[in-house]
């Protein structure tokens, strides 16, 4: 079959699609309208006619700290409102800020139809444009809510796709298929996407059995190191302000990887990461030299941060971090160090043990290419986040502002206060 057959084939599918979506449509009204944005996007921004769409957009962190991006096909307006040449430009500059490190992308594909659609020699050419330094540290691209169109789409691009990319692609027929890899209650899903899903179901017949009453969550272990608190950690372990697992790794990091190139910004095995976890959680030890990857505990000081029920700087202290921008430079070091010395005594002692690491790591940079601005894109998220929802690209640019200040400047801002049995690395 011939190029030209697939993609009459394509339509033929999308048209389908559209079809079968009637009702959706009918009852969703204005697409402009229900979509739940919440990106405010500056008319002098350089892609605001794309941008203002918000058809790219952030989501946080997937379970291994990689920055995620999602791609919503229900929020592109009709081609004769939208320059596709100028989409691909916005998705380059938006992923331009990401490929140095580990990411992942979200692809929400309800929504595409014959109005909005790209055409073939788009996606061809747009595949041509993201090349090695997009697809190197792409770790996975989820396709959500796949349907057949996408697959003849598949089989017009299979020529020219790799094995190694083909295998990162991953097809979720689900949004709960997400739970799996993404901290799903943080996603700025669309309405129209979680309507769709919500039909789906239906239409798959599977009737719910009546309500299970379930059992009250397990407490945790008394070895418990992951998802539990601070307070919980330290009472478990002596008093002890810093956590076992952050002094662990930190001590073998600063032994073996402060040279390491690219330190906390690649992924590991998730087998090994859950595998660690497990032993730390019954009590066990933990042997990294065992499994050959300098990357494996810093990954797992990241999950221990991402896990925390709170995070590091507090849900108290979000709003005083994304004003950081909106401080003159010059005061800028003095207001973190007034925000971080109004932490509660642990949370202080906690991270000025980590931030000293960090300042440690950053002075190694001529060798592992980690400064403190590179540090503070891997650590941003993982210290700091809204009990609200989910982050959005407007709320990176403060976070990772004030941690990279607290990396470069960590002399300045935690000299003046000692914690009581604190430790530093």
Request: contains cysteine; aromatic residues 10%; positive net charge.
């Amino acid at each position: 079959m011939s190029a030209i057959d697939f993609e009459k084939l394509a339509e033929i599918e999308l048209q389908k699609d559209e079809e079968e979506n009637a009702d959706i449509e009918k009852n969703k009204g204005s697409f402009a309208a229900a979509s739940n944005r919440h990106t405010e996007i500056s008319m002098t921004h350089p892609y605001y006619d794309v941008a203002r769409h918000d058809i790219i957009h952030f989501v946080g962190d997937d379970n291994l700290g990689r920055k995620v991006i999602a791609f919503s096909c229900c929020r592109m307006p009709p081609s004769y409102q939208l320059n596709h040449g100028r989409l691909l430009e916005y998705l380059k500059y938006t992923l331009d800020q990401y490929v140095e490190n580990d990411y992942t992308v979200v692809y929400f594909h309800y929504g595409l139809n014959s109005q909005n659609k790209p055409s073939l020699s788009w996606l061809q050419s747009a595949y041509k444009e993201f090349d090695r330094k997009y697809k190197k540290n792409l770790k996975a691209l989820y396709i959500v809510h796949p349907t057949n169109f996408i697959k003849i789409i598949w089989n017009i691009f299979k020529p020219l796709i790799s094995h190694k990319f083909g295998k990162k692609v991953i097809y979720l027929n689900y949004l709960s298929d997400l739970r799996d890899h993404l901290k799903f209650d943080q996603l700025n899903i669309p309405e129209e996407v979680i309507r769709h899903d919500e039909n789906l179901r239906m239409k798959q017949k599977k009737k719910l059995l009546p309500p299970v009453k379930l059992p009250p969550p397990r407490p945790p272990l008394p070895t418990q190191q992951f998802g539990v608190s601070l307070q919980y950690l330290k009472v478990k372990n002596k008093g002890e302000l810093i956590p076992p697992v952050m002094k662990h790794t930190v001590s073998y990091l600063k032994r073996k990887g402060l040279k390491a190139e690219g330190l906390f910004r690649r992924s590991a095995s998730i087998q090994s990461i859950k595998e660690i976890q497990k032993l730390y959680n019954l009590g066990k030890s933990v042997n990294f030299d065992d499994y050959g990857d300098i990357h494996i505990p810093a990954v797992i000081l990241k999950t221990l941060l991402r896990e925390l029920p709170e995070p590091l700087l507090t849900f108290e202290s979000y709003d005083q971090i994304l004003g950081i921008t909106s401080v003159k430079s010059s005061l800028r070091v003095i207001s973190c160090k007034e925000i971080v010395h109004g932490l509660p005594e642990q949370n202080y002692a906690v991270l000025k043990f980590l931030m000293c690491f960090l300042h440690m790591v950053s002075q190694e940079s001529i060798f592992n290419k980690m400064t403190g601005s590179n540090l503070a894109c891997v650590f941003g998220l993982n210290l700091t986040w809204s009990s609200k929802g989910a982050p959005s690209f407007s709320t990176l640019v403060p976070i990772n502002l004030f941690v990279e200040l607290l990396i470069d400047f960590y002399p300045t801002i935690f000299s003046s206060r000692i914690v009581p049995g604190e430790q530093l690395p």
